[in-house]
């Protein structure tokens, strides 16, 4: 039976030092260029201290002009090599395997880093307050974005990283094709569930034809939208049976959106006792994934519930994320005993009664909760420790410091 220490070997030979892996978490510390520097190497260098098999970067965008936030770093072309080396460079020199994660926002796309319409499968604004209707992509858009992903993948490749993730979950421009509610279309990218996976199926291939068979092409993907019409779980398994006959290294399972925020714990009380929130799902789809490795992340906490999770088969590898932004050597505390779970921080607006009257609490919260975690990456970028004082005004400040600070500035070089 596998154990938490255990080194696993993907399909492009890579071999993982253990089964814990630190999530994606977007750090959002691009430079005035959208370029990596110094301060994500400080934070990368604490991390690969941590313990951990793998570290899956933040978000990076494929495209300067769409933005999920201000600040998101973008590879376009190899501008960034050697900060980008160095990244990986902190990484190695503790012992991690580096994964980037590569995005596309479309619909979720942020306006004030943008400053224009956002673009999407279909003209299908997000279901939340003052979302912009986005513009349908044209097909010659659609094959510029895929080659955008290949050319990152091989930028990452020169620069040392082991492998990318392609991000298929909460809800940026590759759900957005996967799920019936925002891709209405009725060319080859739309329609039934085979046409809906074309634009991740084309992005994974075209990223494979780009690289070494020894780099690694993983896909982080929803197990669903919980979305009623949504990209179910059937849907779901669906895609994992379409990517296990590609050259796919690793599946790692997330689920939800901003519409239905499942991903970070919103699921029903009885899946939040079993802690991994998408750990069912994962058991489900093990037939269909074949031999590709699956991870699960969201909502793991104890070791006992990693340990099992790996014992049963339900995963090969375990994801986390919050709690290594407070405990940033969250694998080695587990793994060496010092701790048998991991702690996470949670913030909770004021004026509960007041506010709860014109707002959805829990979601203001959701915000917040994203922005503090935020908030502390940028710290540790610093060179500084966790600030756990920190509340909820000072976060919500920051917030609109950062995104009202980028949205002064002129769109230099935007479409
Ligand atoms: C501040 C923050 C930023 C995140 N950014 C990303 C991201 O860039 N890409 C991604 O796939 N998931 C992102 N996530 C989601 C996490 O990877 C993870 O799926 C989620 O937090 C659940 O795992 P956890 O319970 O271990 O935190 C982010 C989460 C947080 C808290």
């Known amino acids: 039976m596998p154990e938490l220490a255990d080194t696993l070997d993907l399909p492009s030979g890579l071999r993982l030092p253990n089964r814990i ?43 300067r002009a769409h933005l999920g936030e201000p600040g998101n770093i973008v590879i376009e072309d190899d501008r960034a090599l050697a900060q980008l080396t160095e990244w990986t460079k902190a990484a190695h020199d503790g012992g991690a395997a580096i994964f980037a994660q590569l995005n596309h926002p479309g619909r979720q796309s942020n306006l004030f880093a943008i400053g224009h319409q956002p673009v999407a499968p279909s003209a299908v604004p997000l279901a939340l307050p003052g979302a ?11 094959e510029n974005i895929i080659e955008r992903f290949a050319n990152a993948a091989l930028v990452c490749e020169t620069a040392g990283f082991d492998g990318v993730q392609l991000h298929a979950a ?14 209405l279309r009725t060319d080859e990218w739309g329609g039934d569930p085979e046409k809906r996976m074309r634009f991740l199926i084309e992005v994974v291939r075209r990223v494979r034809s780009r690289v070494s068979p020894g780099f690694a092409v993983s896909v982080k993907l929803n197990s669903a939208d919980f979305q009623r019409g949504g990209f179910s779980e059937d849907d779901s398994r669906g895609v994992v049976s379409a990517l296990a006959r590609e050259s796919v290294d690793l599946i790692e399972v997330s689920g939800g959106n901003y519409e239905s925020p499942a991903m970070s714990g919103t699921a029903a009380e009885s899946t939040r006792a079993r802690e991994a929130y998408f750990l069912e799902y994962a058991r489900s789809v093990r037939s ?68 709860g009257r014109f707002a959805d609490l829990k979601s203001i919260d959701g915000v917040l909760n994203l922005s503090w975690n935020a908030d502390q990456l940028h710290r540790l970028a610093r060179g500084l420790e966790p600030d756990l004082q920190r509340g909820p005004l000072k976060t919500a400040v920051a917030m609109v410091r950062r995104n009202g600070r980028v949205s002064l500035k002129p769109k230099r070089g935007l479409a």
């Open 170 to 183: 909460h809800g940026y421009l590759i759900t957005q094709f996967l799920s019936p509610l925002s891709n």
């Open 21 to 63: 892996a630190k999530a994606a978490m977007s750090e959002a510390l691009g430079d005035a260029d959208n370029s990596p520097d110094g301060r994500i190497v400080t934070l990368y260098r604490r991390w690969a201290q941590g313990g951990y098999g793998l570290l899956v970067t933040g978000n990076i965008m494929v495209d």
């Open 288 to 355: 269909e994934a074949g031999s590709v490795p699956i991870a699960v992340t969201g909502g793991f906490r104890s070791r006992t519930a990693m340990q099992e999770a790996l014992a049963a088969g339900d995963c090969d590898l375990v994801g986390i994320a919050r709690p290594t932004v407070t405990t940033t050597n969250a694998a080695a505390v587990l793994l060496d005993g010092q701790a048998d779970a991991l702690e996470t921080h949670e913030i909770k607006v004021g004026m509960r009664r007041f506010l």
């Open 132 to 142: 912009v209707t986005p513009r349908e992509l044209t097909p010659g858009e659609i």
